[in-house]
């Protein structure tokens, strides 16, 4: 079955960076989109940026220029390297296929 583990979160200070990974299993990781998304305490989830499986890459407005999208379909990975953060990117950030979602991992970013 479809199983995602996200890593790599944690506290920054703002302007800070981190770099998430999903490692992905169960399905054939190649052919297919990738996506991550974000929730902030009290609001909805959001997406946040896709990479295709041919490597196009698109992102929200609210991230465009410090995030960037990646994926490594040798080893069934896909990272969000985040930089410049803001207090308001604060959030659970999960990786999803395939309309399955992973357990996610938290950001602080602290002001």
């Known amino acids: 079955q479809v199983q995602l583990v996200e890593s790599g979160g944690g506290l920054v200070q703002a302007g800070g960076s981190l770099r998430l990974s999903c490692a992905a299993s169960?399905?054939?990781?190649?052919?297919?989109?990738m996506d991550w998304y974000r929730q902030a305490p009290g609001k909805q989830r959001e997406w946040v940026a896709g990479?295709?499986?041919?490597?196009?890459?698109n992102y929200a407005e609210s991230v465009k220029g410090r995030f960037a999208i990646s994926r490594d379909n040798a080893k069934n990975t896909v990272d969000l390297q985040m930089n410049s953060l803001k207090p308001e990117d604060t959030a659970v950030y999960y990786c999803r296929t395939l309309n399955r979602w992973g357990q996610g991992t938290q950001v602080t970013v602290s002001s």
């Open positions: 169960g399905f054939v990781f190649s052919i297919n989109t």
């Open positions: 990479i295709g499986s041919g490597g196009s890459r």
